[in-house]
Structure formats: structure tokens, C-alpha cells
């Protein structure tokens, strides 16, 4: 009987995995692996709720939670990239300037609508970054505000003119076009990395070792992460 694993896996790395590796993987080791894409925020919710994946990739800092709570190995834990934040809009719009922290106030209090994540890191820490810049108000006032998934979407489709996530999250919508990463002093990196499960079944160690090969990194880098 083929061996099914259970992996829960935050958005950043759905290009890759989706594109490349779990059928690379699948293929070589004879192993079905069940996907779970979320937040890193809802993922730590649903493993708090009871669930035990056997492998977990989430922003780093939620492994300290789930170590404590008894849901990860924490000396199993491997980096496996970083992702930076970008800014995307719909192919017929124009490009805004982005290049400095000014530029970018200016870009996010023109559109029509900015769109942004309420429970992904970027959406978290977007939402910080517009209080500190002082335009929390202007831009909240007609934000298109997204529980969960890819903001692209919401330029795609014309309900915002820019949309705010994680480059490699953006680039899962081939149809928005991505107008660069934020600025620096306004720009913030988000390490991912994965960890097995307590009770993980001993194929994970697999799973695990192919997400942190040389060919995984070249797969996270080809979809918008940095490796180095």
C-alpha cells in the first residue's frame, strides 16, 4: 500500500511545490503527500485545533508555538528560504513608482483599492507598515481586504488597482504583472522553514531532506524566494 503523507505548507512556497517538487518527489519515492496551503497564521490555528501533519513549512517563527506545544520536532527544523514583499497590478495599468518609502506612500494613496491579506505575514506586517506611514485611514477607507489567498487575484479580477504580498505569492498569478519589491525601509523578509512532526511517519524524513535539496532551492528560487 502507498505511503500517504500529511503536509501543511504556507502559501510562499505553493509555486514550487505545486510547479516542481511533489511530483519530483512523488515520482521518486512512491509516496502520495496530502497538501494543506494556508497562512502560517491558520496553519498554527488547525495544528492548536488537533491536527498533526507529518510535516510542516511555515514563517520560522511560529516553530517556537509549535514546539511548545508538542506539534514539531524542533531539532528537525531546516531552513529552507527567505521571501521579500512586493507590489503587483493588472496588466493594462500603469506602473506607480515604488522606489522609495515616498514613492510608495504616493502609489498606495492614489489607487483605487490596494489589496491585501488580513491573516498572511505580508498582510500582517502591511498593515503595520501603513499605520507607521501614517495613511492606516486613506488606505483602509477602500482596501480590498482578503481573508486568506493570493491578492493578485483581486487585480485580476478589477477589484484593486495593487495588490501587497509576498513576491512568490504574487508570481502565482501569472496574469498580474509585478511591479517590483517594496523599498528599502519599508521592505520585510519572511524566513520559511519546515520541520517534522511529532508523530510523523518515518517517510517524512524524506519529504523533509528533498524540501532543503539543491534542486528544492533551485525550484524556490525560480518561483520569486531567495535562497542565498
Same mark, same amino acid.
Request: net charge negative; proline share 4%.
Given at each position: 500500500?502507498?505511503?500517504?503523507?500529511?503536509?501543511?505548507?504556507?502559501?510562499?512556497?505553493?509555486?514550487?511545490?505545486?510547479?516542481?517538487?511533489?511530483?519530483?518527489?512523488?515520482?521518486?519515492?512512491?509516496?502520495?503527500?496530502?497538501?494543506?496551503?494556508?497562512?502560517?497564521?491558520?496553519?498554527?490555528?488547525?495544528?492548536?485545533?488537533?491536527?498533526?501533519?507529518?510535516?510542516?513549512?511555515?514563517?520560522?517563527?511560529?516553530?517556537?508555538?509549535?514546539?511548545?506545544?508538542?506539534?514539531?520536532?524542533?531539532?528537525? $527544523?531546516?531552513?529552507?528560504?527567505?521571501?521579500?514583499?512586493?507590489?503587483?497590478?493588472?496588466?493594462?495599468?500603469?506602473?506607480?513608482?515604488?522606489?522609495?518609502?515616498?514613492?510608495?506612500?504616493?502609489?498606495?494613496?492614489?489607487?483605487?483599492?490596494?489589496?491585501?491579506?488580513?491573516?498572511?505575514?505580508?498582510?500582517?506586517?502591511?498593515?503595520?507598515?501603513?499605520?507607521?506611514?501614517?495613511?492606516?485611514?486613506?488606505?483602509?477607507?477602500?482596501?480590498?481586504?482578503?481573508?486568506?489567498?493570493?491578492?493578485?487575484?483581486?487585480?485580476?479580477?478589477?477589484?484593486?488597482?495593487?495588490?501587497?504580498?509576498?513576491?512568490?505569492?504574487?508570481?502565482?498569478?501569472?496574469?498580474? $504583472?509585478?511591479?517590483?519589491?517594496?523599498?528599502?525601509?519599508?521592505?520585510?523578509?519572511?524566513?520559511?522553514?519546515?520541520?517534522?512532526?511529532?508523530?510523523?511517519?518515518?517517510?517524512?524524513?524524506?519529504?523533509?531532506?528533498?524540501?532543503?535539496?539543491?534542486?528544492?532551492?533551485?525550484?524556490?528560487?525560480?518561483?520569486?524566494?531567495?535562497?542565498?
Amino acid at each position: 500500500m502507498t505511503t500517504r503523507l500529511s503536509l501543511f505548507s504556507a502559501l510562499s512556497v505553493k509555486k514550487a511545490l505545486d510547479e516542481v517538487l511533489l511530483d519530483a518527489f512523488t515520482k521518486e519515492q512512491a509516496v502520495d503527500v496530502d497538501v494543506t496551503f494556508d497562512p502560517t497564521t491558520i496553519l498554527v490555528k488547525k495544528i492548536a485545533e488537533g491536527a498533526r501533519p507529518d510535516v510542516v513549512i511555515a514563517v520560522s517563527e511560529s516553530f517556537t508555538e509549535l514546539a511548545a506545544s508538542g506539534a514539531v520536532t524542533p531539532e528537525s $527544523r531546516v531552513v529552507l528560504a527567505k521571501s521579500g514583499i512586493g507590489i503587483a497590478t493588472a496588466p493594462g495599468l500603469a506602473s506607480p513608482d515604488i522606489t522609495t518609502v515616498d514613492a510608495l506612500r504616493t502609489a498606495l494613496t492614489s489607487a483605487r483599492s490596494v489589496a491585501y491579506s488580513r491573516s498572511g505575514a505580508s498582510g500582517i506586517y502591511f498593515a503595520g507598515l501603513i499605520r507607521d506611514l501614517g495613511i492606516e485611514a486613506e488606505v483602509n477607507a477602500r482596501a480590498t481586504v482578503v481573508e486568506k489567498g493570493f491578492t493578485a487575484l483581486a487585480v485580476t479580477d478589477g477589484r484593486a488597482d495593487l495588490a501587497v504580498q509576498q513576491i512568490s505569492e504574487l508570481k502565482f498569478v501569472p496574469q498580474a $504583472r509585478i511591479i517590483g519589491p517594496l523599498p528599502d525601509g519599508a521592505q520585510h523578509y519572511s524566513e520559511l522553514s519546515a520541520a517534522l512532526g511529532t508523530s510523523a511517519a518515518p517517510e517524512a524524513a524524506g519529504l523533509l531532506r528533498f524540501l532543503s535539496d539543491p534542486e528544492a532551492k533551485t525550484a524556490y528560487r525560480d518561483a520569486g524566494l531567495i535562497t542565498d
